[in-house]
């Protein structure tokens, strides 16, 4: 079922694309009245920054997702009905992004705003997860012999996500504005290179040598 | 014409991708007047159920048509017009659920929209059916010795969905409540493992086992 | 330059899916006033009847130019900047048709909606034409033993549709009814199977042929 | 690493997909009042036209981009993480530009509009730059014996489009119609083609010869 991996990742791609190019949508030109003269403008783009910034956090965040779903698949060598849906059920999530970051970007200083933006994104995070456990439970559709640290270090990588936004939706109960600094942090953290990396890294190589000795 | 296929799949995917994220858009956050109490945004969020129900009923309805085509394309061999056609036609219907699902969002209680929505399911559904039944009547587009109880037994598969959206616009006559819950409940039944998967999880695994054969 | 042809039918395949997907956008619920009964909204329903028509003339259309560009990449062995180029102007020509649905769909009865949308595809299916003479003359981007009789047709094809959108723009002199059914009847005529599909269905056949062969 | 590389030209191609497509949507159909004569609708449209011209000039750039992106990447043989944040980051300048087009259409005569238009295309230049320098210095990402020549070429001309944004901002002090068209002229720039060709050319025969070898 190789072709089906190709279509997952194509509906997958296709989903993330547009969602993070959607939340463009949310920031609007600022109308100006007639009456006002053009001097306005810089203000009222100005007043646009937690649109700008929220934009940035989601598009970035989406990113990390895509990132962390790009490397759950390059593990993945076979798939069936349960991890499809497990996948499409990830995919809700994600396209709901484009919503929770309008309501965020409308309403940063309620709390609801910053528990239901973190709320959405421990959902995605807790599928992703839930994504790679049952891919490698029993070795289910990974190769057999995949180093189990591997297996942990990138399941505990995905978990982090979840974790920080709960700490970012309960520090909210003393400052909002505390809440959307940790946000804007959290994709920073997945940015940085981890233990991972050195695993995938060395794959990569070794995928590259076998490939380099095929040719021969 | 294999190329063929996998621009159609890349057509498929990718209205399906945008059908399925164009869905948030109505989602609205809510614009709370300034005189209101923020305790009032709680409220309004809560009243946005019926987007996220039907939000969630659709996506997931869009993720079974996506895999019902993906099983088939991953049978056929070849492609010619008509074929190409049909696949439009059906990419026609797919495109409009963002209309029919907004319409059912706003007018839950209404009959009509109930109506509407399941008329597009039900034409989703027949012109996949027709899809099939054109690949596979002669053996026009799949292996000539493809199992025939395969092909029957994905027929009645496809099928059983406009069956189940003729049945829900019926119970609407007696309460549009029901038939929303009945509307709820069929992507459900399609998430669960059935008959087909025996054929579809055989033939992978016989495709992979070829595929080592001739790595080796 | 193989890889680049796979990226621009990814980005053109994008294009048409986004173009495609996004003219359901012009298809608004009807919001209802409280004040008014619940059975208006049939009528209401019923009124958006030239958004529906508009909607099936462009998403086909859209499918009848997809096909086209595809069936002319199937024979276009390479590519420079030039064809680049043409294939992007193509594309803004593309992008553009919701728009111009939109206005046709809103202003039905006025010749200069009938104008503009005519313009717009005439500038489709000229820039298509565009591109398949550049690729085929002095059998720049094609095999150069590809046979002659298929690249006239092929061309031939392509304009019929800009002299059918002319007529249906002079027709609008006398009646804008008339257009619009015109309009609605040249996606008709190119799904009918014609003299080209002997020729690519021959090649089809020929290439499996030859795979069947490598095969072996 | 090479799904990578397909998985990253997969989002790049979907993002630059919805972003040019949905720079339609600042297009909006003139709503006539009732009481207005329908000859009030060729004024309505001619008066959109700054909206016209900046979507033709953001959809051609965006195509200038698109074929540098793709060019970087034929020659890229593998990824690391910074080079998918660098790329994750151009694509969030790409995403932001419907909402810069938009801004520039509405406020053609505002000189912030047109430095912020400017701004965002610088933005998209210098990481596309970034994107270069870093898979190129110290042959991190590309071949060891890829002509030097070739990559200070190309990063001369990736870095042609930020040093003319900047003129363009500059011009604005004296006159935001220059600005304007000379943004308007910057893609024809790269459209015509440069030095750069030759060295991409000679690489997409040298590959099909090998190719050509190959088959025999």
Known sequence: MQLGRNRVEALTDGVFAVAMTLLVLDIKVPELEQSLSSAELPFRLLALWPKFLTYAISFVILGVYWVGHHMQ???????????????????????????????????????????????????????????????????????????????????????????????????????TELSLALYALIPVLYILPGRLDVHWGMRGQEKSKRAEAKKI
């Open 73 to 175: 698949l390059s593990f993945i060598r076979s798939a069936d009905r349960p991890l499809l849906w497990i996948n499409i059920l990830f995919l809700l999530w994600v396209a709901l992004v484009p919503f929770s970051t309008a309501l965020l970007s409308e309403y940063t200083k309620h709390r609801l705003a910053i528990v239901v933006y973190g709320a959405n994104l421990i959902a995605i995070g807790l599928t992703l997860a839930l994504h790679w456990w049952y891919a490698t439970s029993r070795r289910r559709h990974v190769d057999p012999d995949v180093d189990p640290g591997l297996v942990r270090t990138a399941m505990l990588r995905v978990l982090m996500g979840p974790l920080l936004y709960l700490l970012g939706i309960a520090i909210s109960i003393f400052s």
